[in-house]
T-cell receptor, first 114, second 114 residues
Framework: GNSVTQMEGPVTLSEEAFLTINCTYT??????LFWYVQYPGEGLQLLLKATKADDKGSNKGFEATYRKETTSFHLEKGSVQVSDSAVYFCALFDSGAGSYQLTFGKGTKLSVIP | NAGVTQTPKFQVLKTGQSMTLQCAQD?????MSWYRQDPGMGLRLIHYSVGAGITDQGEVPNGYNVSRSTTEDFPLRLLSAAPSQTSVYFC?????????????FGDGTRLSIL
């Protein structure tokens, strides 16, 4: 079946540091890949997505590239801010799997300190 | 535009009690779903619906019932609450069952079973 593995947290960074959160996946077909973000006390919201190999999703300074050869979709940001403190979830949707479900990773909590 | 609205925001139940978590969306979305979020487990899909009158089980359906009589509403029922159902519950909706489109999440219901 499908699965998503992302780096365990928590991750603590100083403001303006470089961020990488690793995400790898297993899928039977050709999935679409997503990063969702959850701010404290809120639901998840889509941060970025990529629907085919070599696509790069980007939003709010965050980027992730769909790497089919390494089955990865790592999240990066060049300079984090305190306001980026949140939990980040990698997810996939495999339209070839025959069911209409998103598969989520377990989440990585990021704390950015001034 | 309210998006996805969940009620109540907080609830405490005793073991064996029943209750319904409400979810409504005003975006005319075809797809709706319920997740539970537990520490270290990420989001796990309970049930989902691809349209009015159509529901299906997710990863962790036991102990929960759903129905979808209208496009707007997707209530989640706990028939006999157990302490293992203590969790944060999120409802989400999407324009299409083909989940290349973003899922829109509510702010969650925090449920404690004593």
């Amino acid at each position: 079946g499908n699965s998503v593995t992302q780096m365990e947290g928590p991750v603590t960074l100083s403001e303006e540091a470089f961020l990488t959160i690793n995400c790898t996946y297993t899928a039977t077909g050709y999935p679409s890949l997503f990063w969702y973000v959850q701010y404290p006390g809120e639901g998840l919201q889509l941060l970025l997505k990529a629907t085919k190999a070599d696509d790069k999703g980007s939003n709010k300074g965050f980027e992730a590239t769909y790497r089919k050869e390494t089955t990865s979709f790592h999240l990066e940001k060049g300079s984090v801010q305190v306001s980026d403190s949140a939990v980040y979830f990698c997810a996939l949707f495999d339209s070839g799997a025959g069911s209409y479900q998103l598969t989520f990773g377990k989440g990585t909590k990021l704390s950015v300190i001034p | 535009n309210a998006g996805v609205t969940q009620t109540p925001k907080f609830q405490v139940l005793k073991t064996g009690q029943s209750m319904t978590l409400q979810c409504a969306q005003d975006m005319n979305h075809e797809y709706m779903s319920w997740y539970r979020q537990d520490p270290g487990m990420g989001l796990r899909l309970i049930h989902y619906s691809v349209g009015a009158g159509i529901t299906d089980q997710g990863e962790v359906p036991n102990g929960y019932n759903v129905s979808r009589s209208t496009t707007e509403d997707f209530p989640l029922r706990l028939l006999s609450a157990a302490p293992s159902q203590t969790s944060v519950y999120f409802c989400a909706s999407s324009y299409s069952k083909h989940l290349n489109q973003p899922q829109h999440f509510g702010d969650g219901t925090r449920l404690s079973i004593l």
